[in-house]
C-alpha cells in the first residue's frame, strides 16, 4: 500500500491544516465531475484513495497509530474482540498471555522484512475458505443398523453464471485495485503482544478480494454486483451400516461459493435416541428378558424378542439346560454391523461388509410367590423331583457345624424374620482409624481411651 502522505503529496511532519490543504487541492484535480469521460475511471480510484489517506491522517488518533504501527484501520493492530487495558503485565499474569504462542515470535520476525505472516509469499498463503454448514439430526437404533440416507433441501451461494464472479458486465473495462494494488489483499498490524506486533493479510474492502474493481454503470444485472447467486439442490447425506451417535457425514465442498475462496464443506452431525428393547456397547446389543423358575429349570422354546430387521428371534433351550440368575444367552453375530473403514483396504481388514457384533440376553429369572403350592403334598413331589443336597462338597464343609459341640440348649429358633433385598440395605461409612479412638502419650507411656496402657490394671479382673 502506498505511503498516506505520498498520496497527499506532503511531508509526514506536514500539520493539520497543510493536510487539509493538500486535500482540497488534489479533490479538486481529481473529482470526477472535473475529468473527462475517458479520464473519469482512473479520476474516481485516485480520489478514493485521496480520502481515505485524508479520514487517517486528519484525525490525531489516527495519524499517531499510523505513524506507529504503519495500519490504516484506525486500532493500533490491535484485533477487533481484543481489548487493551494499558498494563502491560496484565498480559502475562491472567490477562492476554493465553493468546500469546512461540509461533508469533517467528511470525514477527520474519515480517519485518516485510513478508507475510512466517515470512511464506503471498502466493503460498493458504487459499481463504467459506465457512462450513451444520445440520443436527437424530435417527433411531434400527437406521443405524440398516443405514440410512436422509435427504435435504439446500439452498446456497454459487459464482455467478454471468459475470463467472466478477461482479460486472462481459465486456466491462476491469482496472487494478489502487488500494490492494491488484493483490485483493492489504496489510493489517496485529498486536501479539506488550510490544510485539506482526502483520497478517486480509481481504481489500474495495475490490472484495478480486484485485479489479470497474465502474458502477457496468455492474452484473444478474447478481447486481454481489459475484453469487442462489442455487436450491437436493442434498443426500449417507449414514452406513453400524455408525454409532455423534458422528459426522460431510459432504465437501457444498457449502457457499465465493470467488476467490475455497468452498466450505456441509456437516450433518446425528445422534441416536434411546431405544425401548436394545442398550447398544459397541458393535454388541444387550436386552433383559424375564423367564419363569419352571422355565429356568425345564427349558423353553419361544421368540424372545423382534430383531432391528424386523425379524423374530427364537430361543430353543436343550432339555435339562439350568438357567442360572445372572446368566446370559449369547447369540453370535446377531449385534450390530460392524462399520466399514474406508482407509483401509480389503487386505486388512477393511472390508467389513459380514462382520457383526453379538447379541447377548440376561436372563431374568422370576420365583413364585410366597405360599404357591395348593397342597401340602405339592412340596414333598418338588422335594422329590429337585436335588436336596448341595453339590459342592466345599460348600457342604463350610456350613456343617458340630452338633456334639452344640448343646441342644443353645440353640434358638427365629421363624419371624423378613427379606431384605439388595438394594435395600444401609448404607455404611467407613470411619478413619484416628476416630475409632483417640491416643496421646503420657511420659513414655501410650493410652488411648477405651484401651489399657502399659501399667493400667483392666477395669474388670476375672475372678
Known amino acids: 500500500m502506498s505511503d498516506l502522505y505520498e498520496i497527499l503529496e506532503v511531508d509526514s511532519s506536514a500539520t493539520s491544516v497543510e493536510i487539509k490543504r493538500a486535500y482540497r487541492k488534489l479533490a479538486l484535480r481529481y473529482h470526477p465531475d472535473k475529468v473527462t469521460e475517458e479520464e473519469r475511471e482512473t479520476a474516481e480510484l485516485k480520489f478514493k484513495e485521496i480520502s481515505q489517506a485524508y479520514e487517517i491522517l486528519i484525525e490525531e488518533d489516527k495519524r499517531k497509530e499510523y505513524d506507529i504501527y504503519g495500519t490504516t484501520d484506525g486500532r493500533g493492530g490491535r484485533p477487533e474482540y481484543e481489548e487493551f487495558n494499558g498494563n502491560p503485565f496484565d498480559n502475562f499474569y491472567g490477562g492476554g498471555a493465553q493468546n500469546f504462542e512461540q509461533e508469533d515470535f517467528y511470525n514477527f520476525f520474519n515480517g519485518m522484512n516485510g513478508g507475510p505472516p512466517g515470512g511464506a509469499p503471498r502466493s503460498a498463503q493458504r487459499k481463504p475458505r467459506t465457512d462450513d454448514a451444520e445440520l443436527d439430526v437424530t435417527v433411531t437404533l434400527e437406521d443405524l443398523f440398516k443405514g440410512k440416507i436422509i435427504k435435504s433441501t439446500s439452498t446456497r451461494n454459487i459464482i455467478c453464471t454471468t459475470c463467472k464472479?466478477?461482479?460486472?458486465?462481459k465486456n466491462a473495462v476491469m482496472k487494478t485495485c489502487g488500494i490492494c494494488e491488484g493483490s485483493g489483499t492489504v496489510r493489517k498490524i496485529r498486536r501479539v503482544g506488550p510490544g510485539l506486533v506482526t502483520q497478517d493479510y486480509v481481504e481489500c474492502s474495495t475490490c472484495h478480494g478480486v484485485g479489479k474493481i470497474y465502474r458502477s454503470k457496468?455492474?452484473?444485472?444478474?447478481?447486481?454486483?454481489?459475484?453469487?447467486?442462489?442455487?436450491?439442490?437436493?442434498?443426500?447425506?449417507?449414514?452406513?451400516?453400524?455408525?454409532?451417535?455423534?458422528?459426522?457425514?460431510?459432504?465437501?465442498?457444498?457449502s457457499d461459493e465465493y470467488p476467490g475462496k475455497e468452498t466450505g464443506d456441509i456437516v450433518l452431525k446425528f445422534e441416536c435416541e434411546p431405544h425401548k428393547v436394545f442398550t447398544r456397547k459397541g458393535d454388541d446389543l444387550y436386552i433383559k428378558y424375564k423367564i419363569?423358575?419352571?422355565?429356568?429349570?425345564?427349558?423353553?422354546s419361544k421368540v424372545v424378542l423382534k430383531h432391528l430387521d424386523g425379524r423374530g428371534i427364537k430361543i430353543s433351550t436343550p432339555t435339562g439346560k439350568v438357567i442360572r440368575p445372572g446368566d446370559f444367552i449369547k447369540?453370535?453375530?446377531?449385534?450390530?454391523?460392524?462399520?466399514?473403514?474406508?482407509?483401509?483396504?480389503?487386505?486388512?481388514?477393511?472390508?467389513?461388509?459380514?462382520?457383526?457384533?453379538?447379541?447377548?440376553i440376561e436372563m431374568d429369572i422370576e420365583f413364585p410367590k410366597d405360599n404357591w403350592y395348593l397342597e401340602k403334598n405339592d412340596i414333598t413331589k418338588i422335594k422329590n423331583l429337585l436335588p436336596n443336597e448341595l453339590q459342592s462338597k466345599r460348600d457342604i464343609e463350610k456350613q456343617t457345624i458340630d452338633k456334639g459341640s452344640l448343646p441342644e440348649?443353645?440353640?434358638e429358633v427365629f421363624s419371624d424374620f423378613t427379606i431384605a433385598r439388595a438394594n435395600a440395605l444401609p448404607e455404611?461409612?467407613?470411619?478413619?482409624?484416628?476416630?475409632?479412638?483417640?491416643?496421646?502419650?503420657?511420659?513414655?507411656?501410650?493410652?488411648?481411651?477405651?484401651?489399657?496402657?502399659?501399667g493400667a490394671q483392666p477395669e474388670c479382673a476375672q475372678q
Open 409 to 411: 440348649a443353645n440353640i
Open 218 to 254: 457496468d455492474t452484473c444485472k444478474k447478481c447486481t454486483g454481489k459475484r453469487v447467486i442462489e442455487e436450491t439442490k437436493i442434498l443426500e447425506f449417507e449414514i452406513p451400516k453400524g455408525s454409532e451417535g455423534g458422528e459426522k457425514v460431510v459432504l465437501k465442498g457444498e
Open 292 to 300: 419363569s423358575l419352571v422355565e429356568a429349570l425345564s427349558g423353553f
Open 331 to 360: 447369540i453370535k453375530y446377531e449385534g450390530m454391523p460392524v462399520k466399514k473403514d474406508s482407509s483401509k483396504s480389503s487386505w486388512f481388514g477393511g472390508n467389513s461388509a459380514d462382520k457383526r457384533g453379538d447379541l447377548y
Open 428 to 454: 455404611y461409612t467407613e470411619k478413619k482409624k484416628e476416630e475409632q479412638g483417640h491416643h496421646f502419650y503420657e511420659g513414655d507411656e501410650y493410652s488411648s481411651y477405651g484401651r489399657a496402657g502399659p
Open 165 to 169: 464472479g466478477s461482479g460486472a458486465k
